[in-house]
């Protein structure tokens, strides 16, 4: 083979071996290191809320974010950040992984479209964090916005304000 990429369709030992360890190293460890990261950053920002909770209960005041902010909480938001980043890294990787130990452990026919598209996606991963960070983060919005506005979708409002409330204040002035 002169790809880039590994050899699975030669059967010693040393190639399956190769396989293997290529698993272990670019599959299995990166992968049990995200989750392992992004399960300790999530318990983190939930004992950081819990405690900002409790000081607001000793304060007296019912939350010590804004209304906006309170509606959905940061470990929330992580949550589902990290669920996406997780879940991404998966499907792309996946398919790469099955194909390689598809040709080293099975006779099964794999066509070169097949390892290309496998390659590919998973060789893509690294465009897909910063695509999440830019769809999950309102600052990240905001400068994107300011140096590339043809690529934002729905209105250019801001992203603090719900359209509901700024419709229903502004119908408020005029009827004032």
């Given amino acids: 083979m002169t790809a880039c990429g590994t050899d699975y369709l030669t059967k010693d030992p ?8 290529y698993a272990i190293f670019v599959y299995f460890t990166p992968l049990f290191t995200i989750i392992y990261a992004y ?7 939930a004992a950081h809320e819990k405690s900002m909770r409790e000081q607001a209960k000793k304060m007296n005041v019912a939350s010590l974010r804004s209304s906006e902010a309170a509606q959905t909480s940061a470990e929330c938001k992580l949550a589902k950040i990290a669920l996406m980043t997780i879940s991404l890294w998966f499907m792309a990787w996946t398919p790469y992984l099955v194909t390689n130990f598809s040709g080293i452990f099975g006779n099964s026919k ?5 390892t290309i598209w496998c390659s590919l996606f998973a060789k893509a991963n690294a465009v897909y964090n910063p695509i999440v960070y830019g769809i999950s ?6 400068a994107l916005e300011k140096k590339f506005p043809s690529l934002i979708c729905g209105s250019a409002g801001d992203d603090n304000v719900s359209t509901v409330t700024a419709a229903s204040s502004a119908d408020e002035k005029s009827n004032a």
Avoid: C, G
């Avoid at 040393?14 to 360890?21: H, T």
């Avoid at 983060?137 to 905001?142: S, T, V, W």
């Fill in 137 to 142: 983060h309102p600052k990240y919005r905001q």
């Fill in 14 to 21: 040393i190639s399956k071996s190769y396989i293997l360890v």
């Fill in 39 to 45: 399960f300790f950053i999530v318990q983190a920002v």
């Fill in 110 to 114: 794999i066509s070169p479209l097949a």
